[in-house]
């Protein structure tokens, strides 16, 4: 559905909560060298449980490579310092969601370069930022949310599941 992006992402437990995400909606994640864990971390694997190999994942050396393996798609950089409110955005698939590191967010030229992209996540003023697996499943689920939760089980689905 979406593809998401980390870039240079340094906890693990939060690397592993987006592969759980990742792997119950159907996203691609992206993982942005300089990582702060080895992809093998225990935490990791801990945090994404049994999911990682229900996840397409790719490891990119820099921001560049990250661009240009997603060719064309139509970015959403996840900021604190937009003005534009994430659902204010159009979102499709095949969408890239961008999130920066957990202590500094998104480098300053690359949100420069492409402003009109960056997004926020309302909360209320003087806290810095809301965790990097929250942001991401906000972000993730309103985009399937517009999309009518396309290739997701419907409430009818799950009613049959639960009751027969």
């Known amino acids: 559905m979406f593809h998401v992006v980390l870039v240079e992402p340094e906890i693990p437990q939060n690397a592993g909560n987006i592969a759980r995400t990742c792997a119950a909606t159907g996203c691609v994640l992206h993982l942005v060298k300089p990582l702060g864990f080895e992809i093998s971390d225990r935490y990791l694997k801990r945090a994404g449980l049994d999911y990682w190999d229900l996840v397409e994942v790719h490891v990119h050396e820099d921001l560049p490579s990250a ?94 599941l639960k009751w027969e």
């Open 67 to 160: 661009l240009a393996a997603l060719g064309g798609a139509r970015l959403h950089l996840f900021t604190t310092k937009a003005r534009t409110v994430y659902t204010e955005a159009e979102y499709g698939e095949g969408d890239a969601l961008v999130f920066g590191k957990e202590t500094q967010g998104l480098p300053e030229e690359f949100l420069k370069e492409f402003k009109k992209e960056c997004v926020r996540i309302p909360m209320l003023d003087g806290l810095r930022s809301l965790n990097l697996s929250n942001a991401v499943a906000i972000a993730v689920y309103e985009g399937l949310r517009r999309s009518g939760f396309a290739g997701m089980r419907t409430e009818g689905e799950l009613h049959r």
